[in-house]
């Protein structure tokens, strides 16, 4: 919303208010936001009215004139111009010497063909007027002015130009404050000034509006007011020069007289108006009501629109002439011959409008304010100001009468006013006397404990609101900062966040580095991953409106954001990347919630890497998270039917039937789908499962005080045995004295034999009572040995 | 006699001195002090003096003997302080060699932002707290005051899973969770996702992340909300910020601000970060709406409380300096190694 000085004038006396920027900020502080300001006129300099004495030909040059300027100075200026409409007697803007125009644009002294030029006469176009602001100029020619002005006159006073425009955002609370009298009132309390706010007066021509026009509202509802004047002997003209700038300063294009009346009054009411042309109102009768089943209206912009049935139209007889507060129609538009108008000033329901104009695509400065919701008292005071506009412009007669179809009355709201409240709720200590000043400067009344709220501030309904009406007035930055008392207690994370944090300190000491990705992903995902066709993945909760398909699902894993992400860095070739996500994923078996049960929101430690490693790189990063997820009693698990990852080179951790992880190389295929050209490996970690089984609080064991013996053993059998199967045999047969099994070496060649492995352990013994004897190993390996060969053909290799 | 002690003296001393390493100093040490040595050669031959000179002899070749021992000794030293130099001249390397790469992972620019928010929280006794992403309508809007008809409810602003579900568009709905099961004192701050729907480009994302904070007790009042966001505002962007409180709207506070800082990179004076403004604005906040709490079950007579929410992005963003949005979901390693 812009704000002309010029206007605020009429409300305000702006002579008492600061400079604009000291203006802005007190506005600001006090509610209505602002964006900016810009002074009006600032770049047309030394720009003054001259009159031309005498013109004659160039001697050079046919189409150029040279002129003798009288601006009011001592001696005639001489001005060489290439115009061809001017005459000796005529008054034009003259840009002296030094001047400056819109633009930037520089005059000064020169020569053309010869001849010495002292200025410029200038064309509205380079003082960045059109005709629309200018009606009586040409568009090609020196602007001849017609305005009441004498030699040496400023140009910007006389064709004011000059004004400080002030842009405000507002709140979607304050719809009253999108028009220059809300903003009056809002200037006037946070400055403490008076304001002063006539009330039209209509004189009137005779005659009775119910000799034109009758109204019928059928859809009350989402029409809570309709008040309507008939102007007739309309003579559509221009506006005066005041309107015009007015107009043009608040970034309105100014049309006619009537039509500019209709913003006029908007802009200065906040009320959107609508004048019809009456002699296309069919039947002499205004029908309110919604649109009946495929109806259309041609709106003003030349548009055919289809209607649907929660759509309000304004009808004739007939057929639809407008589309309630949204847009009038093409065919009761104001034209240069019409002669007779009904002027509109309805209340209508905010959130249908607002319906009307996103289905339509089509949003209006009158739809923009409906949407807010609006004052239903404020229909009047604007239709009896577009009429006494019309009066002051001389467009038209106004009959007399009035339409006013408000069957459901304004209602006051009386709201508890009580000072101590307000004053604990903000922090302050205010009298109550400073608090009904500030009250009544914003025109609440209050009688003894009982405030009223102008009507137009529906917002205000309870102590909290008045609170902050005369916190905002009082001034937020003027309410001392305070420390609240309160027990003192520790803040901190909840477990399960305490528990996140550690894995991921390891996943970044192990050098993964975190990314961020979307929760919902496309559900062609799925498909890339390599799901089979019943996998419950595939289950994911479905957005009915996303942005695209490819942000329609909320993800169930995080393995295609990883790849993505991976993808990319490799297509930028970045070298060895290790990354982690800390990813939610959404499980629940209806991917449409319809039952209203929640989805189950688990996080899940995805881990990945391309160009660092194999397999084992990758298990011994699974080995240090689980180490730290303080977890036991877990295994690795070859697994072959995980179809994302190769059915050879992929593991679950698992305890039971618990699955803490999946770790392997990813399906090649699936690598294609994402292409990425080298193999990525990749752990997906459920951390919600390993914070369930975390172990109790670490406790210490003491030392051993015996020392350990070391026995290595290396054994023949079948390549098909698994190194897991190995350990778990020597364990089992090594006994409670074993303290640790290490792999340290596998050989397969051709003295074994075909089919057939050689691996040896490191074994270390200890008994925690005594000092292990070598007989004492001995014994112990012996066992070992015979297990094996009797348990998995295991032959000590010789 | 006594010369050719005094002779031997001589020679040893001039020959030590040439002597450049430890085997050479063993071999002269047998040649001078050795069984078969010089000095040992001398005392030998003593049986030829006579009984009165015998003892001065004696003690000279002693004393002389003593002072090629000190002498031998404090060559070795020379020598053995001489050797190690010389080693560790040869095991000189050169120290700008790259070092062997033992690469430490990079925490996202939203985490690190996120964590240093919650950190300060925490010092002031807030608890961290969290809630679901995929919410119930009434969660996210009803129970926090937006009327029935507030633009922020339409499929065009917000993705629905059913009619009564949806992706919270704001962290609060956690707000009156948390108001709901707990009874006041409450003192908590709430980071997450919430989506909305916009298009992607450089200051817009669908999925984005917020930090919202309550406080709800008795006698809670507006200036504890700003005592609050200036202690922040001072761990987060340093000692001499300042914050400006403007008045808003929001359907869950009232009063409602929007909170600027003073820009910390001009302090205020107006650069290219603030747009000349010496302002950056960084979040909403307010009093807790009567209405929220008397829909979250809490006597709006006996208790009050105040609440913030900001964009994490934003400040990440500003922090950082980053200037397109986009950066922080492309993950390029390029982009995270440097934080």
Redesign the interface.
Known sequence: MNLSFDWLKDFVDVEKLPTPKQYCDRM????S?VEGFELLGEDIENVVVGKIVSTEKHPDADRLTICQIDLGESELVQIVTGADNINAGDLVPVAKNGSTLPGGVKIKSGKLRGVPSNGMLCSIGELNLTVRDVPYAVEDGILILQEDCKVGDDIRDVLNLRDTVVEFEI????PDCNSVIGLARETAASFNLPFDLKEPQVKGSGDDIKNYVSVEVRDNDLCPRYSCKVVKNVKIKPSPKWMRTRLRAMGVRPINNIVDITNYVMLEYGQPMHAFDYNYIDGGKIVVRRAAEGETVTTLDGTERNLTTDMLTICDAKKPVGLAGVMGGENSEINDNTTTIVFESANFD??SI?LTS?ALGLRTESSGRY?KGLDTENTLPALLRACELVEMLEAGDVVDGIIDIYPVKYAERKIEFCPEKIN?????SLSRSEMVDILTSLHFIIDCDVLTPPSYRA?VE????I??EI??IYG??S????????????????P??EYKNTLETV??????????????VSPKTFDLLNLAEDSPARCA???????GED?SV?RTTAIGSMLE?LS??RN?R?PS????EFA?I?ISDEP???S?K??E?KTNLIMAFYDNGDFYDMKGVTDAIMNASGVVGYEYISCTDNTTFHPGRCAVIKAEDKIYATIGQIHPSVLKNYSIDLPVYLAEIDVNLLFADAGAEKQYKPLPKFPAITRDLAFVCDSSIEVGQLEKCISKYAGSKLVEVTLFDIYTGERLGEGKKSVAFSLTLRDDNKTLTDEDADKITGKVIKGMEYDLNAVLRS | MKEKLQQIKLAAQAELEKLCDADQLEQFKVKYLGKKGELTAILRSMSGISAEERPIIGQLANQIRSEIETLVDEKRTLLAESAMKHKLEAEKIDVTIPGKKRPLGHTHPVTSTAREIEKIFINMGFDVVDGPEIEYVSNNFDALNAPDNHPSRDMTDTFYINPEILLRTQTSPVQARIMRDNKPPIRVICPGRVYRSDEVDATHSPMFHQMEGLVVDKNIVMGDLKGTLEVFAKNMFGNDTRIRFRPHHFPFTEPSAEVDISCFVCGGKGCRLCKGEGWIEILGAGMVHPNVLRNCGIDPEEYSGFAFGMGIERIAMRKYNIDDLRLLYENDMRFLSQF
């Open positions: 600001t502080d006090t509610g936001k709140t979607p609370n304050r905010g959130t607002r996103r949407e604990r709720l903000l922090g302050l917002d309870q102590m909290a609101d609170a902050e916190a905002r937020y930055n309410i001392p900062s305070t420390n609240f008392k309160c027990e003192v207690r520790r803040g901190g994370y909840t399960f966040t996943a970044q000491s192990l050098g993964f580095s975190e990314i961020q990705t979307y929760s919902f909760v479905k957005i009915i409106n996303p942005l942000t909320m992400v990319h860095n930028f970045n990347v290790c990354l982690y939610k959404y449409t919630l319809s209203g929640l989805p929101e």
